[in-house]
């Protein structure tokens, strides 16, 4: 419910924008009591203007400025024109340096009512219009002078317009920041005037008797900042650097669309891991084999393959020709034995290790390896695949067949697991903070604790996060620290296949 200082400036707002004649309108209206439709015509917020996609796509020289700011900050940005507007917010929170925690909106005029594209937040509010993701940057400004207006943060209000500058006749491959002025305003200080007031006391000396509203102490407000953090410096080299990681990462469409839900949700531990991830899947990059399946040059050798598959090709080596199970289905206790003892199993585990039933990294051996498609049960008998045959002397072809089977899992829950341990894994987490990260961001997808997986800081298991810490070696030592640059490059050959 607006309060009444506020009705009243909404009632001068909308009488000021009406010509003459609405105005009596509105007065005959209020006389006879039909004036609902005369104020939702005025309140009424008109579509943005946008046009079909141009034929051929150019490129845009653009200048974002932040509106209101004195001395001026401004960014001058290289743009494809095909840049939808999505991409677009991404873009200008990396080249400002904006942290993208808060609601945006892209508006078509200067004035808060013009017409306004739905930003995806707006889309899941059920909000009615034009969703940002369906339109292009040249949708909206074709010649140079157009201008398209970007509000960040809806509580302090920060106003920026984007003005053509010049359309260029190719359009770059990737946005570029080949100039600008200043340093983006702090997060949360107050909007343009609070930010004017921090600007002037961090030029002054940071003075501890003149520290500017609302912090405490002068130590407050250094917290508050960013390291080094001084209004007039700006680093061209620094804006396109943040650019570099506004790219779309090259995985999976699955892993793609978990990703962009984590990435609205401003979630500290997901903006991590996407930045982490795509440092390292552009370090990591891979060709295609030819059949489509998986990387033709992984760089992982012959030796890492075979030292990651070692427990699955002992497996093979102990079921040799075919092995005849017990009446439960169970692997027989010589075999339980010998599994144990040439894994490593047996150095760390508690108790006899005679059972498949009361010895489980032997039956998660078990289980990994039947859902790779490495060995069958038919009839009461485990036995190798045809695959596992074929490739049982050459570690890398088998490593190469594992990547096709991940990740792994029928249910929901598993699918989502599996891609999210692939992405932390291929970020290169510490094994150690594996599952904690894990959970979290299943936490961030939507996931509770109580459901298919334990959540909230206890154990996530599920099939490919089971594979995963077989090929990084806690069968032979029980538990896993640190990263090995060979499982990491595993789960990305994973998330890259397209």
Same mark, same amino acid.
């Given at each position: 419910?607006? @309060? ?30 039909? @004036? ?14 946008? +046009? ?68 995806? /937040?707006?889309?899941?509010? $059920? ?11 040249? &949708? ?9 207006? /970007? ?52 030029? #002054? ?12 102490? !002068? ?45 609205? @949700? #401003? ?11 795509? !440092?390292? +899947? ?11 399946? $998986? ?28 092995? &005849? ?20 199993? !047996? ?63 029928? @249910? ?41 997986? /334990? ?5 996530? /298991? ?15 030592? #029980? #538990?896993? +620290? ?7 490059? +595993? ?8």
């Amino acid at each position: 419910m607006p @309060s009444p200082d506020d009705a009243r400036r909404l009632a001068e707002q909308v009488l000021g924008e009406m010509t003459p004649e609405q105005q009596r309108s509105l007065i005959d209206a209020l006389v006879t009591g039909h @004036s609902t439709r005369i104020v939702d015509e005025a309140l009424a917020t008109p579509a943005p203007a946008m +046009t079909a996609p141009p034929a051929r796509t150019r490129g845009v020289r653009v200048r974002l400025d932040l509106v209101g700011a004195k001395p001026p900050v401004w960014r001058r940005l290289e743009l494809p024109g095909d840049l939808r507007l999505d991409v677009l917010h991404r873009v200008l929170q990396a080249a400002m340096g904006w942290t993208d925690t808060h609601l945006h909106r892209f508006r078509t005029g200067s004035d808060h009512r013009a017409g306004h594209f739905l930003s995806s /937040y707006d889309v899941e509010e $059920g909000e009615q219009g034009v969703p940002e993701s369906d339109v292009r940057l040249d &949708q909206v400004v074709a010649a140079a002078g157009d201008r398209l207006w /970007y509000e960040y943060d809806f509580g302090d209000g920060w106003e920026h317009v984007l003005t053509v500058e010049q359309l260029m006749d190719d359009a770059p491959a990737e946005p570029r920041c080949i100039g600008g002025r200043m340093a983006c305003p702090p997060e949360d200080c107050g909007g343009i005037w609070g930010y004017a007031e921090l600007a002037e006391w961090v030029r #002054g000396g940071c003075d501890p008797a003149a520290v500017p509203q609302p912090f405490d102490d !002068a130590e407050h407000a250094r917290t508050w900042l960013r390291p080094h953090w001084h209004p007039d410096r700006f680093d061209v080299a620094e804006a396109n650097e943040a650019l570099a990681h506004t790219r779309p990462l090259p995985v999976a469409g699955p892993l793609a669309d978990l990703l962009e839900q984590l990435g609205r @949700s #401003g979630d500290p531990v997901a903006a991590g891991l996407i930045a982490r991830l795509a !440092a390292a +899947t552009a370090a990591g990059a891979v060709t295609e084999a030819p059949d489509g399946t $998986g990387a033709a040059d992984p760089a992982v050798s012959e030796h890492d393959a075979a030292r990651m598959i070692g427990p699955f090709l002992i497996l093979l080596d102990v079921v040799g020709d075919g092995i &005849q199970l017990t009446k439960a289905g169970k692997l027989p206790p010589a075999t339980v034995t010998a599994l144990a003892e040439e894994t490593g199993i !047996a150095g760390w585990w508690i108790g006899k290790v005679n059972r498949e039933d009361q010895t489980w990294p032997v039956a998660l051996l078990r289980e990994a390896a039947r859902s790779l498609g490495l060995v069958t049960v038919r009839s009461g008998r485990l036995s190798a695949t045809a695959i596992a045959r074929k490739h049982r002397e050459n570690p890398l072809e088998l490593w190469r067949h594992l990547l096709t089977r991940l990740p792994k899992g029928t @249910s929901d829950f598993d699918r989502e697991a599996g891609w999210l341990s692939l992405a932390v894994v291929a970020a290169g987490t510490p094994a150690q903070d594996w599952r904690e990260e894990i959970a979290a961001l299943l936490t961030g997808v939507g996931w509770r604790a109580g459901g298919d997986g /334990y959540l909230g800081g206890l154990p996530v /298991y599920n099939p490919t996060l089971d594979v995963l810490e077989v090929l990084a070696g806690r069968l032979r030592h #029980g #538990g896993l +620290t640190g990263s090995d640059p060979a499982v990491a490059a +595993t789960a990305r050959a994973v998330i890259l296949r397209r």
